[in-house]
């Protein structure tokens, strides 16, 4: 049986991460967890790009080995994986001996093949974005600030055929219409294949950049980016090593990217290089938007980088977690605003969630003998509306999950928990509290009961964003967290008998509100 296999783009030692980084792996583990709960083994794979000129750069200013400032950023994006709650299965580093093995295997393989030449280059050099150019990159005659000083230099370097491969990888695509999500992505890239590919350079001359893996075939060079970077995909999950994982895990079933490295990196460059060494290409490339702030990029020279560390640590993961997958479509771009995370942590968690659970552990340890959940004994208009309301929700959401609308599965669910809400208004458990009447009393324990199984049922499709929440929330309802859908979406009271946690506050409100 094939694992799903989910792999992000690997983030680039020269920097702290920033809500961009957060965003992705959180998507990526959203999908993951739910992909988990639908019963299937996965393989989720995020990591660290380590090597080239930037890195040992960085590193000489600060005085120490390249290695030393590469374990240091490795411990701040480990560190992010810990804090927002992703569940990775393994985490790669291009600096490990399982990638360095891989990436001069293939690189041996497609220079006995022919498939990479030696030639002299002579041209435009840029050291910011370490990148050969042209003068096609040029805008208004000027070398665009993105490319910082750019420089002539003339040296020999080592060449992969990329162009012979162009015709191949528009048919492809052509035929292969579903290969990038969104759609549109996919018309991107055909369109930039309208131009004429140029071989790719694959390599750095050892005086000029030391930072590398050397070509197993010329140990004066240093591999470039892309056969190191982009090789991690199926080194991490057991390319060549004989334990048969790689059967098994590959090919990914989705490559998560943003969209600034899907052309040419991830869909010109990796199809290229797979096609050409005889494995299979990934299923499917999920390419995602960026996240703006004010309407511009985020970005460290613009200066208006948002800290993830910083907002879970003050309304925690979970909230940031829920905020990235309600405010953006997948697939394209979003505003981070201070003023719209607030909104959503106050009112869709704090008044809606938040409320619902402390209304519940509040009517419950005070109507209740011993704080337990009471049997449901009446099954008027309220709980069959609501009892529909979900039959009609779950199914809907998960749907929604399917297709990466995650923000309209939480949307849904957020109405279904609005709909607990105004259940509890319609009952009204603490008038019922008073009556003396015995059809009141029933009424009033079926109404704590609807509210805990529905508050029960709504943390089950909140558990791939709200893993913590989901499992705190559950444990105060008396049972566990949920590892699977099946068994756990059917309305049957089963919370009935189980005793209700302390008075908890899920979402505490800013201290600038109180």
């Not at 560190?79 to 093995?101: A, G, M, Q, V, Y």
Request: hydrophobic fraction near 35%; charge should be negative; aromatic fraction near 12%.
């Amino acid at each position: 049986m094939k694992t799903f296999t989910l792999t992000t783009a690997i983030d680039y030692a020269n920097g702290s991460p920033h809500i961009g980084h957060a965003y992705e792996k959180v998507l990526s583990d959203v999908i993951c967890r739910h992909r988990r709960l639908q019963g299937d083994e996965v393989y989720f794979l995020t990591g660290l790009d380590e090597h080239g000129q930037k890195v040992q750069m960085s590193a000489r200013k600060q005085g120490i080995e390249p290695q030393e400032f590469c374990d240091n950023v490795a411990g701040q994006f480990q560190r992010l994986c810990s804090e927002l709650l992703i569940s990775n299965d393994d985490f790669i580093r291009t600096t490990e001996p399982r990638h360095k093995d891989v990436v001069r295997g293939i690189l041996q393989q497609l220079f006995d093949k022919g498939e990479i030449y030696q030639a002299e280059y002579s041209g435009f050099y840029s050291p910011r974005q370490e990148q050969f150019l042209q003068e096609k990159d040029k805008v208004d005659g000027k070398w665009p600030e993105i490319f910082g000083e750019v420089i002539e230099i003339t040296e020999k370097n080592y060449f992969f055929k990329l162009s012979q491969y162009q015709d191949w990888l528009i048919d492809f695509l052509k035929t292969q219409e579903d290969f990038i999500f969104p759609r549109f992505r996919q018309k991107q890239v055909l369109e930039f294949l309208k131009e004429p590919l140029n071989d790719l350079c694959i390599s750095r001359p050892k005086e000029r950049l030391e930072w590398g893996i050397p070509l197993p075939f010329d140990e004066d060079y240093v591999t470039y980016v892309w056969f190191d970077a982009l090789t991690n995909y199926i080194s991490a999950p057991g390319y060549g090593d004989g334990t048969g994982d790689f059967e098994k895990r590959w090919p990914a079933d989705f490559h998560v990217i943003g969209k600034d490295i899907l052309v040419p990196p991830h869909a010109v460059y990796w199809p290229i290089m797979l096609k050409a060494s005889g494995i299979e290409l990934p299923r499917h490339l999920l390419v995602h938007g960026w996240w703006n702030l004010s309407g511009q990029k985020m970005s460290k020279s613009a200066g208006n980088i948002v800290d993830p560390f910083e907002l879970a640590e003050k309304f925690g993961a979970d909230s940031l977690r829920y905020f990235f997958i309600r405010e953006m479509t997948v697939g394209q771009d979003s505003d981070f605003t201070t003023e719209q995370f607030l909104t959503r942590y106050t009112d869709d968690l704090g008044n809606d969630l938040g409320n619902l659970l402390s209304r519940l552990l509040n009517m419950g340890g005070r109507y209740c003998e011993g704080g337990t959940i009471p049997a449901a004994t009446v099954n008027e208009e309220p709980e069959q509306e609501l009892r529909k309301l979900w039959n009609e929700t779950h199914p809907e959401v998960q749907e929604r999950f399917e297709q990466f609308q995650f923000h309209n599965g939480l949307d849904k669910t957020f109405a279904f928990i609005r709909a607990i809400n105004r259940y509890a208004e319609i009952r009204a458990p603490w008038k019922l509290a008073k009556s003396e009447d015995p059809a009141d009393k029933a009424k009033l324990e079926t109404s704590l009961a609807t509210m805990a199984e529905g508050l029960r049922l709504a943390c089950v499709l909140l558990t791939p964003v709200m893993p913590g929440v989901a499992e705190k929330t559950l444990g105060l309802l008396g049972t566990d967290a949920v590892t699977a859908y099946a068994g756990n979406l059917d309305w049957d009271y089963r919370l009935e008998g189980k005793t209700l946690g302390e008075k908890t506050i899920l979402f505490p409100r800013p201290q600038s509100e109180s």
